[in-house]
């Protein structure tokens, strides 16, 4: 009996917007002169707020931070495609995510100075806190998608990782599961190609991330990750899709982490500027600004007054963040479960 | 108030507490390996598939991690997800999502998110398993501040603890021993009771000596103190514990025997030690024993009756303390 193909599959890219700031108008995603707009203040704003966050860790005023720089489009343009009721699993570094969904960026200073009522998101956005060990909250987002399913709640679920994240267990089982069921959750890979030290070949010897959804039965796509409009299109197409009950999406901005990995390490030690350099060319506010210039949506004025409304916005921020007073000590044992257990009642007379 | 009884063993009991509660709760669902077509390996969901249906007994792919990880998402959905892990052996790849996640949730999101959600799971030496079958690591997850650890130790508190664990607003891990899954049938009333979380019990009054106990081993305890004007308490849950239930009962009897079917070094038996020494130790008349499984790694069925404590090893140290 000869050999055949039982299954094969091809991996889409998707690209919009060019280093110049060419649109491929076919493929444009429908957005206002406002819309577009929007897009480009909030990744300002997201910048000006990394960059400060950076410079208050480097005067002790708040603890370890990940800076995003160079992830602005991966991250303001996948948020800005959820609706209101849509829920996020975030990992570790989507401060751009949170800005975008309406999170108060003086919160976010609060819980990097090491305040966890900095994550508590309003009443009406659910953004779980943000999850340090990595991908393991790849199964918490299926599990609110199985939930939504099960309630029949019009809802997606987002969960981000970066590419490090894909070689853990957690990264296999959820995406597996949310196969099998069908589940609306989409699944943002932002491969920033660096995971600590180890580069993107190192976790995989795979061409793409995007491919690895076909193993698990659904779609996966490559976006450029530096290009707002095609993230914003892929990940609309893809809560759409999941809203409609088709099912899971694996996208995988492909984007660059243009800092350290954290506050805490110095890329220095395992890459070279070198490399570094081409990305600069690729910055995805660059490139949305010279769309906007072509379009008239632009001009000196516009940008001195985007930077400042940033800068007032940051400086109001780090301004409320250091007002905060520091939790009451005895708030440790509240909340560790619902009620003081009989220890607990102890510790805390004897504290 | 409960209105029949019929005698009933844990499996039984353990599946009409489900059975009751999903008929009175929609937001209560099973996940885990083989719950549905199967009923479960030890067939505790039997019935539960057809009455209920594939959305809410879900037979998931072989993946711990995931069906914990998976749960605690449901959980803060606002389910009340009740995930099985078929053995407790197979726990280790979910030890992550209880530990960093289900314990965590509400402490890391200050009460914005919660965690009820309960993993139910086999425990325990006895029945002639494989290997990774019977290991009794109950203490593992008493160190995991946020999560509850119950333990019941017959069909009627089997049944009663679970609902006050489905009920209860934090994750709950509900070992369940295999060896008790059949041994003992008592009467288990249908219908609506329940046990309370973090409350030792009682099980008989004794004036000598204090014996400490829970799942399996409880019944050992009971044989071996016949003879013995003994106080048997019934931990119940494990953490957070009744302390009080405890010292109130080595203050009166002034000597204690703690049995686990753990290995003794970081048992659940020594932090009660522990906690017994430092809260009692002027009511004492003797040294603490603490009858444990051997530190070794848990044999093969050939030997594991010799590695778990055996009636004789809890009776010659009730004699032992007794004449001290």
């Given at each position: 009996m000869p050999e055949k193909i039982i299954e094969s599959f091809n991996v889409k890219r998707l690209d919009i917007l060019d280093e110049k700031g060419n649109a491929d108008e076919s493929l444009?995603?429908?957005?206002t002169d406002d819309g577009i707009k929007r897009m480009y203040e909030v990744m300002v704003l997201a910048r000006t707020f990394d960059q400060r966050a950076l410079n208050l860790q480097r005067e002790g005023r708040i603890g370890t931070y990940a800076p995003i720089q160079g992830q602005e489009a991966s991250q303001i343009g996948s948020a800005l495609a959820?609706?209101?009721?849509d829920w996020i699993f975030p990992s570790f570094r989507e401060n751009g995510v949170y800005i975008a969904f309406g999170h108060p960026p003086h919160m976010i200073l609060q819980y990097w100075s090491?305040?966890?009522?900095?994550?508590?998101?309003?009443?009406?956005r659910n953004i779980f806190p943000v999850c340090i060990?990595?991908?393991?909250h790849v199964p918490h987002a299926v599990g609110a998608a199985m939930a939504a399913k099960y309630r029949g709640d019009r809802i997606g679920v987002v969960a981000y990782f970066g590419d490090?994240?894909?070689?853990e267990g957690d990264f296999h089982e959820g995406l597996n599961f949310a196969g099998v069921f069908k589940l609306p959750v989409v699944f943002i890979c932002q491969?920033?190609?660096?995971?600590i030290s180890m580069p993107r070949e190192k976790q995989t010897a795979?061409?793409?991330?995007?491919?690895?959804?076909y193993a698990y039965g659904f779609e996966g796509v490559q976006v450029d990750g530096n290009d707002i409009f095609a993230v914003y299109k892929a990940t609309k197409d893809a809560l759409d899709k999941a809203k409609q009950g088709n099912g899971p999406t694996l996208i995988e901005c492909?984007?660059?982490?243009?800092?350290?990995?954290?506050?805490?390490?110095?890329a220095s030690r395992y890459r070279t500027k070198e490399e570094v350099e081409p990305w600069k060319e690729k910055d995805p506010i660059l490139r949305l600004k010279l769309f906007m210039e072509k379009k008239g949506l632009w001009s000196e004025q516009y940008q001195e007054d985007v930077e400042a409304k940033a800068k007032a916005a940051v400086d109001e921020a780090e301004k409320k963040a250091e007002s905060i007073a520091p939790?009451?000590?005895?708030?440790?044992?509240?909340?560790?479960?619902e009620k003081l257990s009989q220890r607990q009642q102890k510790e805390i007379r004897d504290f | 108030m409960p209105q029949n009884s019929r005698k009933m063993n844990m499996v039984q009991a353990i599946n009409l507490a489900l059975k009751e509660e999903m008929q009175r709760d929609k937001d209560v669902i099973i996940l885990g390996e083989d719950v549905g077509r199967d009923g479960g390996v030890f067939r505790i969901t039997e019935g539960l598939l057809d009455q209920f249906g594939p959305e809410r007994v879900v037979d998931t792919p072989l993946a711990e991690s995931v069906i914990v990880g998976a749960a605690i998402g449901m959980a803060a959905y606002g389910l009340k997800p009740i995930a099985e892990i078929q053995f407790e052996g197979f726990i280790y790849p979910a030890v992550d999502q209880i530990s960093n996640h289900a314990a965590r949730i509400r402490s890391r999101s200050r009460g914005r998110y919660t965690g009820p959600l309960v993993i139910r799971t086999p425990y325990g030496a006895?029945?002639?398993?494989?290997?990774?079958?019977?290991?009794?690591?109950e203490a593992l997850f008493c160190h995991m501040p946020g999560l509850k650890v119950v333990m019941p130790s017959s069909p009627y508190y089997a049944k009663g603890l679970l609902l006050s664990s489905i009920r209860d607003p934090d994750p709950v891990i509900f070992l369940e021993s295999t060896r008790l899954y059949r041994l003992v049938k008592e009467d288990v009333p249908e219908g609506e009771y329940t046990v309370p979380l973090e409350k030792a019990r009682i099980v008989q009054e004794g004036k000598d000596v204090t014996v400490i106990s829970w799942g399996f081993m409880l019944h050992r305890a009971l044989e071996a103190v016949e003879g013995f004007d003994a106080e048997v308490i019934?931990?119940?849950?494990?953490?957070?514990?009744d302390e009080e239930t405890i010292l109130g009962s080595v203050k009166k009897t002034g000597r204690v025997v703690i049995v686990n079917?753990?290995?003794?070094?970081?048992?659940f038996a020594s932090e009660l030690a522990a906690a017994i020494a430092e809260n009692a130790m002027l009511s004492l008349r003797a040294p603490i024993a603490r009858i444990a499984?051997?530190?070794?790694?848990?044999?093969?069925?050939?030997?594991e009756d010799h590695y778990m404590p055996t009636v004789e090893r809890i009776r010659k140290a009730l004699t032992d303390i007794m004449q001290y």
């Open positions: 444009m995603p429908s957005l959820l609706e209101k009721a090491g305040d966890e009522r900095g994550l508590i998101t309003a009443r009406d060990p990595v991908a393991s490090g994240g894909t070689s491969n920033n190609q660096w995971a795979a061409k793409t991330i995007a491919q690895k959804a492909f984007t660059y982490r243009m800092l350290d990995h954290t506050t805490a390490d110095d939790p009451d000590p005895r708030d440790m044992f509240t909340n560790t479960y | 006895g029945i002639k398993a494989p290997e990774h079958h019977s290991e009794s690591n019934d931990l119940m849950t494990l953490n957070p514990y079917e753990a290995p003794k070094v970081g048992s499984s051997y530190d070794v790694v848990l044999p093969l069925p050939k030997l």
